[in-house]
């Protein structure tokens, strides 16, 4: 184990200088790579020599990108997706057989929700659902067919917390494979792997980019695991491009100190919006009246960038909040240096019914706000006027 800091280790983690001896690694922007005879070539597709073979199924600057996220969670290995949702569909898949069953929190991503519902039924792949308040039923779920426990915390768009400890044990005792998507949290605030999780995904779209720019993914975990979900995704093709693993390694660089200013100025938003007269059930982690509160403290280091609450009024409330806002964006995404506000009863969410949508507690006038780095008076100020309006 290195004897650096988490921060120190993110950035001089680096493959191999070529001759230029370049500071900064550099793009390989290369589909396939050469070999000296054909001896080497056959050893090189036989896997008796590691090396780079066809950029589909690595390259210098996805192993690195890689090679730091693994590092950050304490993992064994990993593999680098073209987006967050590849990495979700292609874990679970190459896992995953016809007949196969999987316990999960309700409180997923909708994309995730589809695949559940839309997607794995076409294999007979079946789910159960446990709600995030009531984990104790989650043993009652279990059946002889079941083989992964999948869950999100902080919860997309809810911010709801899960106890990955308790989520941990109940998959050892079971014999069952731990998938947690860390998304919310990075590996900077949280290490599933370190309560139990087999396998952790992230969107690396989100705060791991930082800026908006690229899509991305990543699962990292136990190397058997993730071994299985290499070879699937060598033959289907999901693997992130070299360009965007190059961006995306460079993110983490500055993911710590990136966070750190997420999380202080969230928590002050966060604070604003829990005494404003226009607003109710204001969740963020490390609110002391979040209903998850101790068990965010226990498993997170801050409490991240995203709050959700809720706007008196309505579906009709939350769409005039958001058209009020002049600073923050308008966007779907989060995890940016620009704060963004999200309606996702009308936007993210607006496929699924309104009986699903308020089993995860989206309510008509949820709003999700992903906090940014602007000056933190700025974007209270901006709130402000758009409540009022």
């Not at 964006?329 to 969410?349: E, F, Q, Y």
């Amino acid at each position: 184990m290195s004897h650096f800091h988490l921060e120190t280790e993110v950035i001089r983690t680096q493959i191999e200088r070529s001759q230029h001896q370049e500071h900064s690694s550099p793009l390989y922007l290369t589909s396939s790579y050469v070999f000296e005879d054909a001896e080497e070539m056959r050893a090189s597709f036989s896997e008796e020599k590691e090396r780079n073979i066809y950029s589909r199924f690595s390259n210098p600057n996805t192993s690195e990108f890689i090679e730091r996220i693994t590092k950050m969670e304490g993992a064994e290995s990993g593999y680098a997706f073209a987006t967050g949702m590849s990495a979700v569909f292609s874990t679970l898949a190459a896992l995953l057989n016809s007949g196969d069953h999987i316990v999960s929190s309700r409180s997923v991503f909708g994309s995730t929700h589809s695949l559940f519902t839309k997607f794995f039924p076409k294999w007979n792949i079946s789910h159960s659902y446990f709600k995030v308040n009531e984990v104790e039923t989650i043993e009652k779920l279990i059946t002889s067919n079941t083989k992964i426990i999948f869950a999100e915390s902080p919860t997309n768009p809810g911010v709801d917390i899960l106890d990955l400890e308790f989520l941990g044990k109940i998959a050892k005792k079971h014999h069952l494979i731990l998938v947690i998507d860390n998304c919310f949290a990075t590996p900077y605030l949280q290490n599933p792997i370190k309560f139990g999780a087999d396998l952790v995904i992230h969107s690396a779209t989100k705060l791991i980019d930082g800026q908006g720019r690229v899509l991305g993914g990543v699962t990292v975990g136990k190397a058997d695991l993730i071994r299985e979900i290499y070879l699937f995704s060598r033959n289907t093709g999901p693997a992130l491009s070299p360009f965007n693993a190059w961006v995306l390694s460079k993110s983490l660089e500055t993911l710590p100190v990136r966070l750190e200013k997420h999380c202080e100025n969230a928590l002050k938003v966060a604070q604003f919006l829990e005494n404003n007269k226009y607003t109710q059930n204001v969740k963020y982690p490390f609110l002391k009246t979040h209903p998850q509160y101790h068990i965010a403290k226990k498993q997170m280091k801050l409490g991240g960038n995203i709050i959700s609450f809720e706007i008196k009024g309505g579906v009709e409330a939350g769409r005039h909040f958001i058209n009020a806002v002049n600073l923050c964006s308008r966007s779907a995404n989060l995890g940016d240096t620009k704060t963004i506000v999200t309606h996702p009863a009308s936007t993210t969410h607006s496929k699924l019914s309104k009986e699903d949508r308020l089993q995860v507690g989206i309510t008509d006038g949820l709003v999700r706000i992903s906090i940014g780095l602007e000056h933190v008076d700025d974007i209270i100020l901006d709130l402000q006027q758009a409540l009022k309006s």
